[in-house]
């Protein structure tokens, strides 16, 4: 944009040279009728010469339209200089005055509910750039805020409501355990520790989110694969009770974190598949270099459409798939929170025949892992 106003000034400017030597030079006729009438007798000459005026009007015209032609290209030349001169120099400037605007959009980009701690704290003089960067970062501080209250509300609500609901459960099960009690009463026992354990499960889910939302204290290697077969032995019961046939493949894989939160993250996958299968059905866990950790399951054929909500809190495929199930909405989300939590990236896609693959990527010791381009239909988060 500095360029062309520039080069449109240059030409303007050119324009106004050209007409103004233009006027000024004489014409021919003129400059041969001063000359023809205005030279005085040579006293060494009688007499005179005689001057034609025809060629001294053509020599005049000659030379004005040469003085013309020579202006144009001089000063064609010279615009061609001085806008390249200005496109140079017009880039640097802007690039200067918009770096501060580069520097805002990055952090903008850069940042998450997870990773509310940047800042831009742009440093210069106190213009309309550093009143924006100002404004941004105390936004920032407020977001930031209101963010750690919520999540220390919710960790501090699932912390207190944890010790009402033990005391419930133990007043119910010594009510049951009284042989003077009803059937009715066993069954209404029955309820309410279904009731009861499907809320301590919600409270502990939600405090697993909680912790996993606030980020990692420490980083520890731990060997991922042994990780995963220790939940694969312990879901040996659920697995044979939902007649699921359960195959894995690992192969040794150590990463840098939390190992009581990728030990949940390998349950709530590994129990996702198998609540949402079908009798008959079958659930694949691989454990690799690249991706660390994939679990496939047979069951339902799930649309693209519905896969955004997989990672939702509280949030299922449909009321079908819901119905008769005992989770409280908050695997996925869990592992969405843990895998940020590890600086990595999850992915979900349909499974061909029916179900679900779910592919998680983790940054192993001293390495980042390299992700490609999601294929179609697959969520990344």
């Given at each position: 944009?500095?360029?062309?106003?520039?080069?449109?000034?240059?030409?303007?400017?050119?324009?106004?040279?050209?007409?103004?030597?233009?006027?000024?030079?004489?014409?021919?006729?003129?400059?041969?009728?001063?000359?023809?009438?205005?030279?005085?007798?040579?006293?060494?000459?009688?007499?005179?010469?005689?001057?034609?005026?025809?060629?001294?009007?053509?020599?005049?015209?000659?030379?004005?339209?040469?003085?013309?032609?020579?202006?144009?290209?001089?000063?064609?030349?010279?615009?061609?200089?001085?806008?390249?001169?200005?496109?140079?120099?017009?880039?640097?400037?802007?690039?200067?005055?918009?770096?501060?605007?580069?520097?805002?959009?990055?952090?903008?980009?850069?940042?998450?509910?997870?990773?509310?701690?940047?800042?831009?704290?742009?440093?210069?003089?106190?213009?309309?750039?550093?009143e924006l960067a100002d404004?941004?970062?105390?936004?920032?501080?407020?977001?930031?805020?209101?963010?750690?209250?919520?999540?220390?509300?919710?960790?501090?609500?699932?912390?207190?409501?944890?010790?009402?609901?033990?005391?419930?459960?133990?007043?119910?099960?010594?009510?049951?355990?009284?042989?003077?009690?009803?059937?009715?009463?066993?069954?209404?026992?029955?309820?309410?520790?279904?009731?009861?354990?499907?809320?301590?499960?919600?409270?502990e889910g939600l405090l697993?989110?909680?912790?996993?939302?606030?980020?990692?204290?420490?980083?520890?290697?731990?060997?991922?694969?042994?990780?995963?077969?220790?939940?694969?032995?312990?879901?040996?019961g659920m697995a044979a009770?939902?007649?699921?046939?359960?195959?894995?493949?690992?192969?040794?894989?150590?990463?840098?974190?939390?190992?009581?939160?990728?030990?949940?993250?390998?349950?709530?996958?590994?129990?996702?598949?198998?609540?949402?299968?079908?009798?008959?059905?079958?659930?694949?866990?691989?454990?690799?270099?690249?991706?660390?950790?994939?679990?496939?399951?047979?069951?339902?054929?799930?649309?693209?459409?519905?896969?955004?909500?997989?990672?939702?809190?509280?949030?299922?495929?449909?009321?079908?798939?819901?119905?008769?199930?005992?989770?409280?909405?908050?695997?996925?989300?869990?592992?969405?929170?843990?895998?940020?939590?590890?600086?990595?990236?999850?992915?979900?896609?349909?499974?061909?025949?029916?179900?679900?693959?779910?592919?998680?990527?983790?940054?192993?010791?001293?390495?980042?892992?390299?992700?490609?381009?999601?294929?179609?239909?697959?969520?990344?988060?």
């Open positions: 944009m500095f360029s062309g106003l520039f080069l449109l000034a240059g030409l303007a400017l050119l324009m106004i040279n050209y007409v103004v030597v233009n006027e000024t030079l004489p014409d021919g006729a003129g400059v041969a009728r001063s000359i023809v009438e205005g030279v005085p007798p040579d006293p060494r000459v009688n007499p005179p010469p005689k001057m034609d005026s025809v060629i001294v009007s053509t020599v005049a015209q000659t030379y004005r339209a040469s003085t013309m032609r020579q202006l144009v290209l001089a000063s064609g030349i010279a615009l061609i200089g001085a806008a390249a001169i200005a496109a140079l120099l017009g880039w640097l400037t802007a690039r200067h005055a918009l770096r501060p605007l580069h520097t805002i959009t990055a952090t903008a980009r850069r940042l998450e509910a997870e990773s509310l701690d940047r800042r831009i704290n742009l440093e210069g003089p106190d213009d309309e750039l550093k404004t941004f970062d105390r936004m920032l501080d407020r977001l930031a805020a209101s963010f750690d209250g919520q999540k220390r509300f919710v960790a501090n609500a699932s912390h207190e409501l944890r010790t009402p609901l033990a005391v419930q459960r133990t007043l119910i099960e010594v009510a049951m355990a009284d042989p003077t009690a009803s059937p009715e009463l066993l069954r209404l026992g029955q309820h309410l520790l279904h009731t009861n354990e499907r809320s301590e499960r919600l409270i697993v989110l909680a912790r996993s939302d606030q980020g990692l204290v420490s980083r520890l290697p731990v060997r991922l694969d042994e990780v995963t077969d220790t939940v694969l032995r312990s879901a040996g009770e939902q007649g699921v046939a359960v195959a894995s493949r690992l192969e040794p894989r150590t990463v840098v974190g939390d190992h009581v939160l990728l030990e949940r993250l390998v349950t709530n996958l590994v129990h996702n598949a198998l609540h949402y299968n079908e009798p008959g059905g079958s659930v694949v866990v691989e454990v690799t270099a690249e991706p660390a950790l994939t679990v496939t399951n047979t069951g339902p054929v799930v649309s693209a459409d519905a896969l955004p909500g997989l990672f939702e809190p509280f949030r299922r495929l449909d009321r079908t798939r819901a119905a008769g199930r005992d989770g409280a909405g908050l695997g996925l989300s869990i592992v969405r929170s843990i895998v940020k939590a590890h600086n990595g990236v999850v992915y979900a896609e349909p499974n061909l025949g029916g179900g679900l693959r779910i592919t998680v990527h983790l940054p192993g010791i001293n390495r980042v892992p390299s992700f490609d381009q999601a294929p179609a239909e697959t969520l990344r988060v």
